[in-house]
């Protein structure tokens, strides 16, 4: 029995590249999508959302809090 011609299947890694492809298309046309007046104010509020809340917190729970992340720094990975 002859075999059969694979022109008409892809090749498994140009497959591969249309799918990654297709999938950065969809997130720029996403990114792009964003109104910028809403991107604008959300990054504002972000560059100062840090320094805000640190001044809101007393000494002793900042420290609590930095004891929390430095257990968490030094917790074994599994």
Same mark, same amino acid.
């Given at each position: 029995?002859?075999?059969?011609?694979?022109?008409?299947?892809?090749?498994?890694?140009?497959?591969?590249?249309?799918?990654? !492809?297709?999938? =950065?298309? /969809?997130?720029?046309?996403?990114?792009?999508?964003?109104?910028?007046? #809403?991107?604008?104010?959300? &990054?504002?509020?972000?560059?100062?959302?840090?320094?805000?809340?640190? !001044?809101?917190? =007393?000494? /002793?729970?900042?420290?609590?809090?930095?004891?929390?992340?430095?257990? #968490?720094?030094?917790?074994? &990975?599994?």
């Amino acid at each position: 029995m002859p075999k059969r011609s694979s022109n008409k299947e892809k090749d498994v890694n140009i497959l591969a590249s249309e799918i990654v !492809e297709q999938a =950065t298309k /969809e997130q720029e046309n996403q990114l792009n999508d964003k109104n910028p007046a #809403a991107v604008a104010l959300g &990054k504002l509020g972000g560059l100062k959302g840090g320094k805000a809340r640190a !001044e809101k917190l =007393t000494p /002793e729970r900042r420290s609590e809090i930095a004891k929390i992340a430095a257990s #968490a720094r030094w917790r074994k &990975k599994d």
